[in-house]
């Protein structure tokens, strides 16, 4: 059963975006050296890597859903796989009931904010031209009014206009993730995947950056599927929560429901260590172990080796994800 989110509001919307049951495994090919040592009779192959396992999920339009989990349990993947910048193995995502997919020419209702804008931006081009780019790209404007388009999107992510003939070197990290911001929105975009989009700031950029997102959903009308390893920061912008743990999604609900109340013993885990006023002298308990390789990932549940709930069952029987109370979705046998 696939569980659908949509928004928190009186009359549930059709959704955006569909997320059905999409796989992607990446295969590891021997290299040269590899091959050369096959030659001579080592036993080499080829690895194949479980970046995602049938993951299912909706979002309704101007909803807000948190996507958290470990590093590399698969939410840049997805994200990626989202926008149409990777294809799915199996399964496949729908915006509007239309099939994404990686097709040249059409505007780009889905966009990406990337973890490093830095990274993203191209250092030899100047900050205008690289906004205007793929507006120009896709005729949403003329070439000729390519300043004054650059000049209105630094003004809607709070940058001064006068910055538009700078190199991206000569921005600091927080206004380099509003120009980052700046060029998903040059395309007039619907649905924007932020990918760890506040990661490598510091706490008080943070606070500006998130506090720019709720602005900008609200004066453009915008869907956002924000991508994060920290609760603490998704509670404060998120309708909903989805929680990954390698690749399956393993609970999805409100977030003042899934914050109050967690079903999986990984959600309950990633929340007891988020730093809390009205805790004092606690021990650091983290999770148990380390996260398995996608490699070759547990089976049964995936999270059942760290698990301090673990049963015999969850060694070898996969938990569905099913809903435990309206709204709220967990893959865990002790919800049974």
């Not at 199996?90 to 990406?112: D, I, K, Y």
């Not at 959903?217 to 869907?223: N, W, Y």
């Not at 309708?239 to 609970?251: A, C, F, K, P, Q």
Request: overall charge positive.
């Amino acid at each position: 059963m696939t569980p659908q989110i949509t928004a928190a509001k009186p009359a549930v919307s059709a959704p955006l975006l569909e997320v059905r049951a999409v796989s992607k495994r990446f295969v590891i090919r021997p290299d040269l050296i590899e091959r050369l040592a096959a030659r001579l009779g080592a036993s080499v192959r080829s690895h194949t890597v479980h970046a995602l396992d049938s993951v299912s999920f909706s979002v309704a339009p101007g909803e807000v859903v948190g996507l958290v989990g470990e590093s590399g349990c698969g939410k840049s993947t997805l994200g990626r796989i989202i926008c149409g910048l990777n294809a799915p193995t199996e399964g496949g995502v729908l915006l509007r009931g239309v099939p994404v997919r990686t097709t040249p020419g059409q505007r780009p209702a889905l966009q990406m904010v990337f973890q490093d804008p830095f990274a993203s931006l191209n250092p030899r081009k100047r900050i205008g031209d690289a906004l205007v780019e793929a507006p120009i790209a896709h005729g949403l404007i003329a070439a000729r009014d390519g300043d004054d388009h650059a000049v209105h999107l630094l003004e809607q992510v709070g940058l001064d206009p006068s910055c538009v003939r700078r190199y991206p070197h000569q921005f600091s990290g927080g206004q380099r993730a509003r120009i980052g911001i700046a060029r998903a929105l040059a395309v007039q975009p619907d649905f924007l995947v932020c990918d760890e989009a506040v990661a490598a700031l510091d706490v008080s950029v943070q606070a500006q950056i998130l506090n720019l997102f709720m602005e900008l959903r609200q004066r453009l009308a915008l869907t956002y599927l924000f991508i994060s390893h920290d609760l603490g920061v998704v509670r404060h912008l998120s309708d909903r929560i989805v929680v990954m743990y390698l690749g399956r999604v393993v609970e999805v609900g409100a977030t003042a429901e899934l914050m109050e109340q967690p079903r999986h013993p990984y959600t309950r885990a990633l929340l007891a260590e988020i730093p809390r006023l009205d805790r004092r002298r606690r021990d650091y308990m983290p999770i148990k172990g380390e996260i398995p390789s996608p490699l070759k990932p547990p089976s049964g549940c995936h999270f059942h080796p760290r698990c301090p709930n673990a049963t015999p069952l969850c060694a070898v029987q996969a938990p569905e994800l099913r809903e435990t109370s309206p709204g709220q979705w967990s893959a865990c046998h002790l919800n049974d």
